[in-house]
């Protein structure tokens, strides 16, 4: 037979598990939608994310284009850029001089590594428009010209 204190204490384990159960579920269902929404969050803003990943490389992957004096949009590829500089039977430090940059600038350029500026570009589409001729004696003037201004100082 079990003494009242046994008993009496057995009740009030039941009745105080009882009540911090009716207390304690309330937020253990709060803490599984959060983490729920927590985890459909982090879905989202992963799937995000790539979509960003995704669309980066499609505009660093995408021709630049820009507009000349004429207003017509001007595209620049590296491979057209060193087609043409072959074509007209340049190096890349002869190239680089009527542009006005270094020949390392147009290498990078040709490699993709680099884009020329808007400035550099109108440059770019002025040589696009010479002829081989016209390029030499253009380069011509501006090594006399270079070689002039070095005299005088």
């Avoid at 660093?60 to 620049?76: C, H, I, K, M, Q």
């Avoid at 010479?130 to 002039?148: F, I, N, P, T, W």
């Amino acid at each position: 037979m079990p003494n009242i204190g046994s008993v009496l204490r057995d009740e009030i384990l039941r009745l105080s598990r009882k009540e911090a159960r009716s207390q304690v579920d309330p937020t253990r269902k709060v803490t599984m939608r959060q983490r729920r929404d927590i985890a459909e969050l982090k879905r989202q803003v992963e799937q995000l994310q790539r979509q960003v990943a995704l669309l980066s490389r499609k505009t660093l992957a995408a021709p630049a284009a820009a507009v000349d004096s004429t207003g017509l949009r001007v595209r620049f590829t590296a491979k057209g850029l060193r087609t043409h500089r072959e074509r007209l039977g340049l190096s890349a430090g002869e190239f680089g001089t009527l542009v006005g940059v270094s020949a390392q600038s147009i290498y990078n350029w040709e490699l993709g590594k680099a884009r020329p500026r808007p400035e550099q570009l109108s440059k770019v589409v002025v040589v696009r428009g010479m002829g081989k001729r016209e390029a030499q004696a253009r380069l011509k003037q501006l090594v006399a010209g270079s070689k002039a201004g070095k005299r005088k100082t």
